[in-house]
């Protein structure tokens, strides 16, 4: 079983074909990425038009470049999968629009794709991990702690009220004056830090449920650059690590008390599974091998390129899918709001 995947929710634009392994994992063929990171840059967030633009500008190359290097022609693969959201509604419409386009031309089956489950199912490729796992899922626009049931089936233990993890990051290089995104720049700059040397808030922390809330932290930044004057390197050095330790302090404290809600809802977990751009950071994957180890857990952490967006966990999703006999039809339509577990989010609005 042979998957085009198509990936163009933010500012990756990505095409990868994937095939079933007997053994039940994936194996990568191909897995093209485009990032617009460098585009967006100047503006310090990525700027939808922009993103548009970039994904019909370079999805056609991609997707070519994919089949071909996978050594394939577009009739022999067995399906066509695209992420129809959760994002940023331009960049869907182009990729949703190519997959159907490629599945109307090949006459294969088509499959709407939730980039999010595709985040959760990444480490069934890598690792062949087994249902029931507790996915947490790191990046500049989600932080999510899910129990990853099936596919299809997700129950939502925890969400941030406010900023992302990777968000609080960039928001905090950009105060610092790094580059964009700040994430692995406020890493860099921690390594000669000295995390003790500014007191911030944790917040969240010791709290029942497994919800976050970055922009406490973030504030408590600001302020205490507005009250140190100008910054020697030295003090950005300090901040960055002091920001990171609060960092892997919350995170481990949150995915604790998911841990314990896995444990009462669904039962004892097969893994802990680690996804998103930020799981490319070390002291939160030191952080969290140090959670696993004594809960007694595996620690998952797929590579950071496939970690972060791409369209092998797309075309990885498609397969899981296709298999389950579960394909969609042309009249799929965008969503840019896709939570995996609805009956969370109406929770958390308020509405159930
Ligand atoms: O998953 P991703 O590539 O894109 C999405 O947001 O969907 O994640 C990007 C985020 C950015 O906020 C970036 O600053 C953060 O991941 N990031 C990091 C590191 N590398 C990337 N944050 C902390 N430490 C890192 N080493
Ligand atoms: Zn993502």
Excluded at 17 to 41: M, R
């Amino acid at each position: 079983m042979r998957v085009l995947g198509l990936e163009t929710t933010c500012d990756e634009t990505a095409a990868a074909v994937v095939e079933l392994k007997a053994s039940g994992g994936g194996l990568i063929l191909s897995n093209e990425i485009y990032s617009q990171t460098a585009e967006h840059a100047p503006f310090g967030g990525v700027v939808p038009e922009l993103a548009a633009r970039a994904h019909v500008e370079h999805l056609d190359v991609l997707m070519d470049r994919a089949v071909t290097g996978a050594g394939l022609r577009y009739g022999d693969l067995d399906a066509i999968a695209a992420a129809a959201g959760p994002g940023l509604i331009g960049g869907v419409m182009i990729g949703l629009t190519m997959g159907k386009t490629v599945a109307l031309a090949t006459g294969k089956p088509f499959i709407a794709v939730n980039h999010l489950e595709a985040h959760a199912l990444t480490a069934r490729m890598t690792d062949n991990v087994r249902f029931h796992y507790l996915l947490l899922l790191v990046s500049g626009g989600h932080t999510q702690l899910i129990a990853v049931k099936g596919v299809g089936d997700h129950l939502r233990l925890g969400t941030t009220i406010d900023d992302a993890v990777g968000e609080a990051f960039d928001k905090v290089g950009k105060l610092l004056g790094l580059p964009y995104p700040g994430g692995p720049h406020v890493e860099r700059k921690a390594l000669t830090g000295d995390p003790q040397r500014f007191a911030l808030p944790r917040p969240m922390l010791g709290r029942p449920n497994a919800d976050f809330s970055l922009s406490g932290l973030k504030t408590a930044v600001r302020l205490t650059v507005e009250r140190a004057g100008p910054l020697t390197q030295t003090d950005v050095a300090d901040l960055c690590a002091s920001f990171q330790a609060a960092v892997v302090d919350v995170i481990a404290d949150r995915t604790r008390a998911a841990l314990k809600a896995f444990r009462e809802k669904v039962g004892a977990p097969e893994a802990l599974v680690v996804a998103g751009g930020v799981a490319a950071n070390e002291s939160i994957r030191r952080g969290l091998q140090r959670l696993a180890q004594a809960a007694g857990l595996k620690l998952v952490t797929p590579s950071p390129a496939l970690c972060t967006d791409n369209g092998a966990m797309i075309a990885w999703t498609g397969i899981e899918r296709l298999r389950l006999g579960l394909v969609d039809d042309f009249a799929f339509a965008p969503r840019p709001r896709w939570p995996l577990d609805p009956d969370a989010e109406r929770a958390l609005n308020g509405k159930a």
